[in-house]
Each structure stands twice: as structure tokens, then as C-alpha cells.
């Protein structure tokens, strides 16, 4: 996936609501229906209401993006959490975290996104968080994937892991991924997935996972009335005339599934 921008993290903050109604009208969920869904199954009640979490800025590498930590903890406050946004980056914001009694620490650099459970140790990751709350979203929408043919577009660390859950969950999974050494990697380690063209694929299936940072690559014309798409990336491989066709069904939000499902994973 893309590095976010400070304006795609704008967006995310302005949308949050009004992402989470569509999100409820095609799967009856809210995110924290979602997450607890996607923790177990049947799905647990995870303590988030009240509980102490910080966001901390990274400064490392590139830096940190301007509102990513903001928008971090409106996600949280938005979950219930008692969330808030560290006054220092860093080693000295994580102290700072610690101090204030966060049971839960959020922090991203270049590489990684994750949620540090400061009670327990736990360490939540955010690309399997973000493939497997995708994927709850799916299922959510489609009634279930047992017996499915989904077609998942690339196997990228959240490509592979969202390939993992869909296949725990019964899918057939058919996948495009024109890097070959990428596909072989994950075909020689088990992954039970079926190669195909994005045109094959596309023919088969109604149920799509974008894990793919190609933009542009499905129109209107792919989709249909019974088409589901679980985007989780930016940009989104559907065209603007395929989301405006997609509606609710187009299921793309960058950052909340994926922070949802880390909070909830890092308290259960």
C-alpha cells in the first residue's frame, strides 16, 4: 500500500462517520461490531469503553505524516477509548504514554503500524489486523464465504494474510499477481491460492479483495449489482465510474477497520 498523505488523512477524519454508516448498511456492522467479530468467533466483548490508549508520533525516516496521530486517536475516542494524542514524538512520547497510564500504545514508522499492549506485551500489527477486518467486512456483506469464489488482487504482506483468512473462513481464493517471484513465494509456502488473470478472475467472481497499489484497474463494466469490494489500500484499483456504480458495496477506508481490529486484538 501507498505511504498515506496528510490530506488522504484529512479525508479519513472528515469521512469517519459517514464511512461507518455505509459500513453498517451493506455489512450490519459497526467497526466495533467488526472487531470483536473479527477477534472470535462467536464474536467477544472486548473492554475498549474508557480504556486509556495513546497515539505517539514517529519522526523517523520520512517522518511522521501530518494528522496521522490525530486521526489515529479519533478512531479510538470513536471506538470508545479514552485516546489522546502524545505532546512528545518518539522514545519520549512512549514514556509519556506509559506515564499517563495508556494501557495501549499506537506508533508507526516506514515499515511498520502497530498497537503495543503495555500491560502484557502484546504487539498487534497492522497489515493482518487490516487484511483480517477487510475480510470480516466480506463476509459480513456477502452472508458468508464458505464455498466462495473471491478473487484477491495482489500478495503483498496484506494480500497474503487477507489470502490466510479467506481460506480459514472456506473461500476459494483465485489471485492476480504479476510479480512471479511473489506469487511462487507464497505458492511454496502453502498459501492455497489459484492463480489467474484479472480478466478470468473478474468473469468468476463478485466477492474482491484490493490488495493491490494499482490504481484504476476495474470499471464499471466488471461489476455488477451482486459485486462486494473490500479495499483496504489507496489507491483503489476500481475506477471512479466502478465505486460510483459500487456505492456502499465499494468498502474502502485506509485506516479504521485496521486500528479497530489492533485495539481490539491488543485488549482481548
Given at each position: ?6 490530506e488522504d ?6 469521512r469517519?462517520?459517514?464511512f461507518?454508516?455505509?459500513?453498517r448498511?451493506v ?7 467488526l ?14 469503553h474508557?480504556?486509556?490508549?495513546a ?17 489515529v486517536?479519533?478512531i479510538l ?6 485516546a489522546?494524542?502524545t505532546?512528545q514524538p ?5 514514556q509519556?504514554a ?5 494501557e ?22 497492522d497489515?493482518?489486523a487490516?487484511?483480517?477486518g477487510y475480510?470480516?467486512a ?29 481460506v480459514?473462513r472456506g473461500?476459494?481464493v ?13 505458492l ?5 491460492v ?15 479483495f484490493?490488495?493491490t497499489p494499482?490504481?484504476?484497474l ?5 461489476v455488477?449489482a ?5 479495499v ?12 460510483a456504480?459500487?456505492?456502499?458495496r465499494?468498502?474502502h ?15 482481548v
Amino acid at each position: 500500500m501507498t505511504r498515506l498523505t496528510t490530506e488522504d488523512v484529512k479525508a479519513l477524519s472528515d469521512r469517519l462517520s459517514d464511512f461507518e454508516a455505509g459500513l453498517r448498511e451493506v455489512t450490519g456492522l459497526g467497526l466495533r461490531e467488526l472487531a470483536m467479530g473479527t477477534v472470535a468467533q462467536p464474536p467477544v466483548c472486548v473492554p475498549l469503553h474508557g480504556t486509556r490508549v495513546a497515539a505517539v508520533p514517529v519522526t523517523s525516516g520520512e517522518g511522521a505524516i501530518g494528522g496521522f496521530s490525530d486521526c489515529v486517536a479519533a478512531i479510538l475516542g470513536h471506538l470508545g477509548c479514552d485516546a489522546w494524542v502524545t505532546a512528545q514524538p518518539d522514545v519520549r512520547g512512549i514514556q509519556e504514554a506509559y506515564d499517563g497510564g495508556a494501557e495501549v500504545v499506537f506508533l508507526a514508522d516506514d515499515f511498520r503500524f502497530i498497537a503495543l499492549n503495555t500491560r502484557n506485551g502484546r504487539c498487534v500489527d497492522d497489515d493482518p489486523a487490516t487484511a483480517d477486518g477487510y475480510v470480516t467486512a466480506l463476509e459480513a456483506a456477502a452472508g458468508s464465504l464458505f464455498g466462495r469464489d473471491v478473487l484477491l488482487l495482489g500478495l503483498g504482506p496484506v494480500g497474503r494474510a487477507a489470502a490466510r483468512r479467506l481460506v480459514s473462513r472456506g473461500a476459494a481464493v483465485e489471485v492476480v499477481e504479476p510479480d512471479e517471484a511473489r506469487l511462487h513465494a507464497a505458492l511454496d509456502v502453502g498459501l492455497k491460492v489459484q492463480p489467474v488473470t484479472l480478466a478470468a478472475g473478474l468473469s468468476r467472481c463478485d466477492l474482491i479483495f484490493d490488495a493491490t497499489p494499482a490504481a484504476d484497474l476495474i470499471d464499471a463494466a466488471d461489476v455488477s449489482a451482486g459485486t462486494f469490494a473490500a479495499v483496504p489500500g489507496l489507491p483503489s484499483a476500481f475506477t471512479p465510474a466502478a465505486q460510483a456504480v459500487l456505492g456502499a458495496r465499494h468498502i474502502h477506508e485506509p485506516l479504521a477497520i485496521g486500528v479497530a481490529v489492533m485495539a481490539a486484538r491488543a485488549l482481548v
